[in-house]
């Protein structure tokens, strides 16, 4: 029973090249979740996703950032253009179709550690 | 009014002792507070939850108290082992169908033997 799975596990980047993260949720989880972290800054909410929909977009940057849940493979995270400062690391949670977040927790991946060169 | 606000960034206990995490938030529509683990090079896994329902819930060496007027809930850690080293993170939510979690800035526990 296979958890979040997050490729690559590290990524490195130099300054203008794109980025694609990747996450595959639980089986069976409809609503994905990207975070960012960096040091001392805890874990940043990005976007929201269900399957083919953004749902919320509220913390992600305006410019270079977007993110994709398609109906079929994983969900998406790519930043155009990256700079040293989207250095960080980044978390996958999936939580299940319907669900109250007390019943149903998010299970996070092991994340992706994106260095900008 | 969406912060949730942790403290302390870093706690040394000794071996034994009793490991206590504090948060306050703003937003008197949060009813879900979760503590999550985070070991280093793994993602944050949930530890203990609590409803305002209740002011304290307890799982083995791990215990949420709540305090609904102060706002605030703390997480604390009895017996703490050298097993118990990592990075721990309070959040906050609306309990319903995905909302996200908004989460505290982590406090760093290091757990001498």
């Known amino acids: 029973n296979a958890g979040v799975m997050q490729n690559p596990r590290h990524l490195v980047r130099r300054r203008g090249q794109e980025a694609r993260l990747r996450c595959s949720p639980v089986?069976?989880?409809?609503?994905v979740y990207w975070y960012r972290q960096l040091p001392e800054e805890g874990l940043k909410f990005m976007v929201y996703?269900?399957?083919?929909?953004?749902?919320?977009e509220s913390g992600m940057p305006k410019e270079r950032f977007s993110a994709e849940f398609p109906k079929e493979g994983p969900s998406i995270l790519r930043i155009q253009q990256v700079v040293r400062g989207d250095s960080a690391a980044y978390f996958c949670?999936?939580?299940?179709?319907?669900?109250?977040?007390?019943?149903?927790?998010?299970?996070f991946g092991n994340g992706t550690r994106l260095t900008v060169t | 009014q969406q912060q949730v606000k942790q403290s302390p960034q870093s706690l040394i206990v000794q071996k034994g002792g009793i490991s206590i995490i504090n948060c306050a938030y703003e937003?008197?529509?949060?009813?879900?507070f979760p503590w999550y683990q985070q070991f280093p090079g793994k993602g944050p896994a949930l530890l203990i939850a609590?409803?305002?329902?209740?002011s304290e819930k307890k799982e083995g060496r791990f215990t949420i108290s709540f305090n609904k007027s102060a706002k605030q809930f703390s997480l604390h850690i009895m017996d703490s082992q050298p097993g118990d080293s990592a990075t721990y993170f309070c959040?906050?939510?609306?309990?319903?169908?995905?909302?996200?979690?908004?989460f505290g800035k982590g406090t760093t526990l290091s757990v001498s033997s």
């Open positions: 937003n008197t529509a949060f009813d879900y």
């Open positions: 949670a999936s939580s299940p179709r319907t669900s109250s977040s007390y019943n149903s927790p998010l299970h």
């Open positions: 089986k069976g989880h409809s609503h």
């Open positions: 609590i409803r305002p329902d209740v």
């Open positions: 959040a906050a939510t609306v309990n319903q169908a995905g909302t996200a979690l908004i």
């Open positions: 996703l269900q399957k083919e929909n953004i749902i919320d």
